[in-house]
């Protein structure tokens, strides 16, 4: 049936929350369904499932119309990162656009914001994985400084590939600064994390169990989400399984493949520190980025 997609994009996923969105700036308006009976036949069969968006217009004779969209591959948390950031360039551009045409004698100088989204699965010392999925958007005056993040984090307790249903999944999002005193000698980058939101969702009586684990003083409930006030996190978490703080220090380290200073590999610590004298090493799993426009968070000076 027809609905609104006030974020300008819609996904049809299975039952791990995986598959293929569509995002097009153009429309909220979409459609979506399935045609013939849900969880029988294979790829050549005929039951389908099908996500589009749609829009009216008058088309004269010989008229050309071009449009864009985009077809976004992960689970919903990357694929709306994606749209997210799809949606705040286009915005960006507009801005660069319209300042252009309003300038006469004085220059006008504005920055497209850059983003890109890393992602990949990790093993847990001794049972399960955890899938992340780092966004990152680059402030648009200081892109070398800081941004906007969305950090979210998808645990199987019982999968060491990330595979099937993820017992646990939390988010959360806020801003980074990169240090200001890095040396050229200096690979990874360290960089402060203000968190101003985070969530934890269990799907799972093992991941309600976990999220104890995490947060010992929130009530949690399978399908869930709790909302965590950043502000409490130290008087309701663990600061042995779980950054509790507001602010955190981690390490930004990219590669850089070639001469065009974009990155398609992006390793964090294995243990951000909630200590501001303590630099962190880039010691995590490679992250692969897999959408967006790859960059350095915080290149070395």
């Known amino acids: 049936g027809a609905f609104t997609a006030d974020e300008n994009w819609a996904a049809l996923v299975d039952e791990n929350g995986w598959g293929m969105g569509v995002v097009n700036l153009d429309t909220t308006d979409f459609i979506g369904g399935f045609s013939g009976e849900k969880g029988s036949g294979g790829p050549y069969d005929a039951p389908t499932g099908y996500v589009a968006p749609v829009m009216n217009l008058d088309l004269p004779a010989n008229t050309t119309y071009d449009y864009t969209f985009y077809l976004v591959l992960g689970d919903v948390a990357t694929i709306r990162a994606y749209a997210q950031q799809v949606v705040a360039a286009a915005k960006q551009a507009a801005v660069e656009d319209e300042a252009e045409e309003l ?17 990949g699965c990790e093993q847990f010392p001794g049972f399960g994985s955890a899938r992340d999925s780092v966004t990152l ?21 019982s999968s060491r590939t990330c595979d099937g249903e993820p017992d646990l999944i939390w988010s959360h999002q806020g801003t980074f600064q990169c240090a200001d005193d890095v040396g050229d000698d200096v690979d990874a980058t360290q960089a402060a994390f203000n968190r101003s939101s985070l969530w934890i969702e269990p799907s799972t009586r093992s991941g309600v169990a976990f999220a104890k684990v995490l947060c010992p003083h929130v009530a949690f409930s399978r399908g869930v989400r709790a909302e965590i006030d950043v502000e409490d996190l130290p008087a309701l978490c663990s600061s042995l399984t779980f950054n509790n703080c507001q602010v955190y220090y981690d390490a930004l380290q990219a590669t850089v493949p070639d001469l065009a200073n974009s990155s398609n590999i992006l390793t964090r610590s294995a243990a951000p520190s909630c200590d501001s004298t303590v630099d962190p090493p880039a010691d995590g799993p490679a992250l692969e980025c897999v959408a967006g426009m790859c960059f350095q968070p915080c290149p070395a000076t």
């Open 103 to 119: 300038t006469t004698q004085v220059p006008v100088h504005v920055e497209a914001a850059t983003s890109a989204t890393w992602a």
């Open 137 to 157: 958007v680059a402030d648009g005056e200081t892109s070398s400084g800081g941004g906007a993040f969305n950090i979210t984090t998808s645990d199987f307790l």
